[in-house]
């Protein structure tokens, strides 16, 4: 019989047992077994035992001492024999040479960390206690309770040797386990072992009984080294199997694989439901890996996916969620539609894009791209879906193209241009693939558009066809800060001015302010207070050329610059003390203007002391062009973000500590410098986007000539010609991200905008001080309005159609998307529904229960949460709370009627469940 294995604690257990109450005096115990780790023992009130292996008898002779000698030690011998110590030295032995057996209770126990008060039956029968007697843990293990059961033994044994704790497991977790667990072959090569034998076969029955099938294929795959090899199938599964069910080269696929994975080779009806099963672990178990920040795991499983779908069923797999492969299969597709759609944008290529679009949002691709490639081919795709909505808007109302004055013009831009050039410079990109060439294709026909319109309004500047509705940029200060603070002598201002930025920057600050938690936004000054939707912000233009001695000198001073005269670079103080309305709003001396680097000094102090100064009504700070964000992100490739701008932030939390509002301003705008191209032009005196005009010069189609009396000119020169596209420059290439002094929307259309925090004007009692979001155009959120049926025309009007008519147009901007539609029969329904009624018991339940279906109604059942706040007339950032509030009432026994999407920041209304739970017609 093998003797079996003793633990030191299993040995000090027994030896106390022995000795307690000084019952035994001879030195020498002899104990059947063996000890991996013969040290010796200390027994308090005892003393010290040595442990000695002795192999056989003879070898035991030769350790004992010889007659006559000292008394021996206390000495345990652990002997590999259970008959009696040899008469002619049992003296020297306990109990005349007795050899003692440890019981298998005993030695259980003794693989814990605490004992046991019973030990079921059933536990000593294990194949797991046989290994462990045989082959004792390294450390005890954790012990379960008072009573060791089967459950307790492997529960203990799972959580301590392998970390799966299978009290709070299921089978994703176990997926999950398997996949990013690589200790699995070398619990396989103890396994294999004889003394191991049957432990396998009892650790799969215990699987499969707690957690089912396929729990036993897991086990083996990760016992393999397979684990994420196999969720890598359970991704295929996942699309494969609902597929399989009416494609049979599919079944045969997923069959063959089956049998290497799950060995399944029972009937078919069982392998589908394994398949069907594995499947649905693909999601959970994908989740599980994220929530752990196993990410290699995660991206070893996408690649094993990847590796295993080949051609027989790559095109099956479009319609997964996972793999770069149906990434790109929706990128292609997308991509091939938008170059159908570029030559005659239509509605229904619209609503085709945007079905493919909302398919590549729900791929998780961008979430798992470790480079950040598939959300920056993401937001490009969205891009050009965008482009592709203003063009068929465009076709829809081309009343913008034929604008011939530049304040019309110049509005636009405003309102819609910034949106649409923030799309086109996020769409930019390879065009080596499908997807690349349909997005260019796109880009390229509105490119075209914003050509003309670029060109007509260099033209109309020069024609000076420039009316009311544009703010020189010499009467900027005047119009904004002076008219706003003359209005109620408690208002205060601070001016932050970021040089050279442009209308596209300038829509992504706000767009940020909105959604960050300072909650800062544009101020109902510029409109109507009560305009819930939004207000429009002033065109200001800047002056020809655009760059920043001319145009900054004008806005400061409120003064042109006089032809000839070059502004001194650090004259930017002196040129705001000349500025007249600002003089008769400060009577004690000119209004305080800091440069950004007086924030990194001593003089930061000085900053906000006259910020918090309330005699100082007007504060100016320029962050330098050499501090500010466009050097710090290339505008063309980068979001800006507020606190992407370290010194901003500073500036609106001292100003809103002292009751400032915030002017944000330019000088001048800029176009991309990536798609300008050298002229070859050689004057020495030509700029980049401006040279002087001579006598004799030529001008070149793609730039405009302005006088002197137009425009500021250069000393000896008849005026200035100036670029007026975005493809041109005269000067060679470059690091500088943007490059102004042309005549281009982007360059002269300059912004300016008054901004408040959120309850500025109950602080104030100052309503004119509430803030309102900046709304972007319907296209932007992808969402159009039913073409309106064309008016017959009659030649003779009659009596009954003379008299007051409603207006065309709204007199303020309108929300993208009207959210009241109250007849909607639906909405009507709904509200007289007695299960609604029951639900929304209080008012404000009820109204946002209807504002929620009422929004998205108008904007077809699904938006996401910008074309919602701008709908509902809520900052972005409240858009994710308010739909939940809403989804209380409307979610009826565990229907989700109404659903928010945090990653894709998406709400969905579920038509067919609301009618449903609510028992409306046509449910």
Excluded at 444 to 453: G, T
């Amino acid at each position: 019989m093998q003797p079996p294995s003793l633990t030191l604690s299993a040995l000090s257990h027994q030896l106390a047992r022995m000795f307690a109450g000084g019952r035994e005096h001879r030195p020498l115990i002899a104990i059947h077994g063996v000890c991996d780790d013969p040290r010796p023992i200390d027994l308090p009130g005892v003393g010290r035992f040595e442990v000695v292996l002795a192999d056989c008898e003879l070898g035991l002779r030769r350790l004992l001492h010889e007659p006559g000698q000292a008394a021996p030690r206390r000495t345990v011998y652990l002997v590999p024999w259970t008959a009696r110590i040899p008469l002619d030295v049992a003296g020297y032995f306990a109990h005349d040479g007795r050899v003692f057996r440890i019981d298998t209770e005993v030695r259980v126990s003794h693989l814990f960390t605490a004992p046991f008060e019973s030990i079921d039956p059933e536990v000593l029968s294990s194949k797991l206690v046989a290994w462990l007697l045989r082959v004792p843990p390294p450390a005890p293990l954790p012990s379960p309770g008072g009573r060791l059961t089967f459950k307790g033994l492997w529960d203990a044994w799972l959580q301590h040797e392998c970390g799966l704790d299978l009290d709070t497991s299921g089978l994703s977790t176990l997926l999950a386990w398997a996949a990013g667990n690589g200790l699995g072959p070398r619990l396989a090569a103890a396994l294999a072992h004889e003394a191991a034998t049957g432990v396998q076969s009892e650790l799969e029955a215990v699987l499969a009984r707690r957690l089912g099938e396929p729990a036993t294929a897991i086990l083996r795959a990760w016992l393999a080294d397979r684990g994420a090899m196999l969720l890598g199938f359970a991704i295929l599964c996942e699309t494969l199997v609902p597929k399989s069910n009416h494609d049979q080269s599919l079944r045969t696929w997923l069959a063959l694989k089956a049998e290497a994975f799950l060995g399944a080779k029972g009937k078919a009806q069982q392998r589908s439901e394994l398949l069907h099963r594995l499947g649905e672990l693909a999601a959970p178990t994908l989740g599980e890996l994220r929530r752990g920040s196993q990410r290699i795991a995660l991206r070893t499983a996408l690649d094993a996916a990847e590796a295993l779908a080949d051609d027989h069923v790559r095109h099956a797999l479009i319609d997964s969620r996972r793999l770069l492969s149906s990434w790109q299969q929706r990128l292609a597709a997308l991509g091939r539609l938008l170059s159908r759609a570029a030559a005659a944008p239509t509605h229904q290529q619209l609503d085709q894009a945007i079905a493919v679009l909302r398919n590549l949002e729900h791929h998780d691709r961008p979430r798992y791209s470790p480079d950040g490639r598939a959300a920056g081919e993401l937001a490009r795709a969205e891009a050009g879906v965008r482009l592709l909505a203003w063009l068929v808007a465009r076709g829809e109302s081309p009343h913008v193209l034929k604008a011939s004055r530049a304040d019309a013009l110049a509005r636009w831009y405003v309102d819609e241009g910034g949106y649409l050039d923030s799309a086109r410079q996020t769409a930019r990109g390879s065009a080596g693939d499908p997807f690349g060439t349909g997005v260019a294709a796109v880009a390229a026909r509105v490119d075209d558009e914003r050509r003309e319109l670029d060109h007509r309004f260099a033209r109309a500047l020069v024609d000076n066809t420039v009316g009311d509705a544009a703010i020189p940029i010499v009467d900027a200060l005047d119009v904004l800060a002076v008219r706003f603070l003359h209005d109620r002598p408690a208002r205060r201002l601070l001016v932050v001015l970021l040089p050279a930025m442009a209308w596209t920057q300038t829509l992504e600050l706000l767009a940020s302010l909105d959604e960050d938690a300072s909650r800062w936004g544009p101020l109902a000054w510029h409109g109507l207070p009560e305009a819930r939707s939004g207000v429009p912000c002033p065109a200001v233009l800047a002056a020809i050329p655009s760059v920043a001695a001319i145009s900054r000198s004008a806005l400061l001073t409120g003064k042109p610059v006089p032809a000839g005269f070059n502004p001194d670079p650090g004259g930017d103080r002196k040129r705001l003390a000349e500025h007249r309305g600002l003089a008769r709003l400060s009577p004690g001396g000119p209004p305080p203007l800091f440069h950004r680097r007086a924030l990194d000094d001593s003089a930061g102090t000085e900053v906000l002391a006259q910020i918090r100064d309330p005699h100082a009504r007007l504060v100016g700070v320029i962050l330098d062009a050499t501090d500010s964000a466009r050097d710090l992100e290339a505008p063309q490739t980068s979001v800006w973000r507020a606190r992407s701008i370290r010194p901003l932030f500073e500036l609106l939390d001292a100003a809103q500590a002292a009751g400032r509002a915030v002017l944000l301003a330019s000088d001048h705008g800029h176009v991309p410098a990536g798609r300008l191209q050298p002229t070859g032009e050689r004057n020495p005196r030509a700029s980049s986007r401006w040279r002087p005009r001579l006598a004799g010069a030529a001008v070149h189609a793609y730039e405009t000539a302005f006088s002197a009396d137009d425009a500021w000119s250069p000393r000896g020169a008849q005026g200035v010609i100036v670029v007026h596209d975005e493809e041109h420059r005269h000067t060679p290439a470059s690091a500088s991200p943007g490059e102004s002094g042309g005549a281009t929307l982007a360059e002269v259309v300059t912004p300016m905008c008054l901004l408040g925090w959120e309850g500025m004007d109950s602080d104030h009692d100052d309503p004119a001080l509430s803030i309102r979001p900046a709304v972007p155009p319907p296209w932007w959120h992808l969402h159009l309005e039913p073409q309106p049926p064309r008016e017959t025309r009659r030649s003779r009007p009659t009596s009954k159609d003379v008299g007051p008519q409603l207006p065309l147009l709204p007199e303020t901007p309108a929300a993208p998307a009207s959210t009241g539609d109250s007849n909607h029969p639906t909405l009507r329904q709904l509200l007289a529904s007695p299960i609604f009624a029951a639900r929304a018991t209080e008012p404000r339940q009820r109204d946002l229960a209807r504002r929620a279906v009422e929004a998205l109604l108008a904007l077809g059942n699904s938006a996401e949460d910008n074309a919602l706040a701008s709908a509902l007339g809520l900052p972005a950032r409240r858009v994710a709370g308010f739909i939940v509030t809403a989804s209380e009432v409307l979610n009826v026994d565990g229907y989700a009627v109404l659903q928010y999407d945090s990653h894709n920041r998406r709400a969905e209304l579920h038509l067919g469940r609301l009618r449903h739970c609510f028992e409306l017609a046509g449910a």
